[in-house]
């Protein structure tokens, strides 16, 4: 089954700024109105919310506790607060979504765990920055490191491939400490690697993966993956407290189903990857631009001067802009290839 993007002419043509900017797919639309079929259990209890949850464990080949929640943020910060004391400490690149856009929300909901920033490689931690941070100071006065997160894809667009994510799960358990994944591009992640998700997963060591539905085509949603069930005791009372429990979570159930039907979630990832990688080839001759990272996923990152931005702005697109000079390109399920070659022309006109 193939699953064909809107045609270039979409009112989102000209939005390269987030894959939050994209809107439903429709494999999820279609799983949706499904579900909207008269009544069902509330508060999970339905048949929805059951298959979603058995269509994530096919998915990962194991016996996971899965549970649904609205946002990223709410993942992340409840299923770090799930692995920590308050008097515990999350080691994150200084630049992970944890860190510098969640607003204090997994310090807020652990209670105080606090997150010790090393710095990174495009975003990717290593393991002896992560031994070192976790082996720094040991005494009583310093919050005890507990939890390794780390971003999959990263914020930059780069990608953990297996074998670092097992060395890394290596040194956590040589310290003592729990492993999760923020992915809320874990389905890029997957698409670029073209590896099985239980292979950057529970197979590599992950406890916990929040595997990110918004931007890989729902309306809402990410799934937070307990791999060792252990660690999921009481998560659901976690989730109810914090506001993140839906009552009807069917409709978050719901296009999880939808995703996972002919595996319509790697298909669109894959096409999103394919959009980077289009652009990126296409203006690698010209002059003035650089890439400032590796494709690996669905972001392009490009140096370009503020002149060229604004020229760029100007001719109609919307993106972000980093301090230094960088601008981010994010393309998605919908991204139309039109709109990349598009986009491509204008960055040489922009450069010109
Ligand atoms: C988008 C994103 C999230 C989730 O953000 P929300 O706005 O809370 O849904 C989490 N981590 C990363 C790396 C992201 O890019």
Redesign the pocket.
């Known amino acids: 089954m193939t699953h064909p993007t809107p045609d270039s002419a979409s009112a989102t043509a000209r939005y390269v700024g987030?894959?939050?900017q994209s809107g439903i797919s429709p494999e999820v639309w279609a799983a949706m109105a499904e579900a909207n079929a008269g009544h069902a259990p509330a508060y999970g209890a339905d048949a929805w919310t059951q298959a979603a949850a058995d269509g994530v464990r096919r998915l990962f080949d194991t016996d996971c506790e899965v549970f649904f929640v609205?946002?990223?943020?709410?993942?992340?910060s409840l299923a770090l607060a799930s692995l920590c004391q308050s008097y515990h400490s999350v080691i994150c690149a200084a630049s992970?979504?944890?860190e510098t856009?969640?607003c204090g929300a997994p310090e807020f909901f652990s209670n105080g765990s606090k997150l010790l920033t090393a710095p990174s490689e495009e975003g990717k931690l290593l393991p002896e920055t992560i031994r070192a941070l976790a082996t720094s100071r040991t005494d009583i006065h310093f919050p005890k490191a507990r939890v390794v997160t780390i971003?999959q894809a990263?914020?930059t667009g780069r990608v953990y491939t297996p074998g670092e994510i097992a060395a890394i799960a290596d040194t956590c358990r040589g310290s003592g400490l729990r492993l999760h994944m923020?992915g809320?591009?874990f389905a890029n992640a997957c698409a670029g690697l073209g590896c099985h998700p239980g292979d950057i997963t529970w197979r590599a060591g992950v406890d916990v993966l929040?595997f990110?539905g918004?931007?890989n085509g729902m309306a809402v949603g990410?799934a937070v993956i307990f791999f060792d069930r252990r660690l999921a005791e009481d998560f659901d009372y976690r989730c109810k407290q914090a506001g993140q429990l839906a009552s009807k979570m069917r409709y978050l159930a719901a296009p999880w189903i939808g995703s996972l039907r002919d595996d319509a979630w790697l298909a669109r990832a894959g096409h999103a990857n394919a959009c980077a990688a289009r652009l990126a080839r296409q203006i690698a001759d010209v002059p003035g631009m650089r890439l400032l990272h590796p494709v690996d996923a669905n972001a392009v990152f490009l140096d370009m001067s503020d002149s060229a931005a604004a020229r760029l702005r100007a001719l109609g697109w919307q993106f972000y802009a980093f301090i230094g000079g960088g601008v981010r390109l994010m393309f998605t399920w919908d991204t139309a290839f039109a709109t990349v070659d598009a986009l491509a022309a204008d960055l040489r006109r922009a450069a010109a």
């Not at 609205?70 to 992340?76: I, L, S, W």
């Open positions: 987030s894959d939050n609205f946002n990223g943020t709410a993942a992340n992970a979504h944890v856009d969640e971003t990263t914020e923020d809320a591009r929040c990110g918004t931007k990410e």
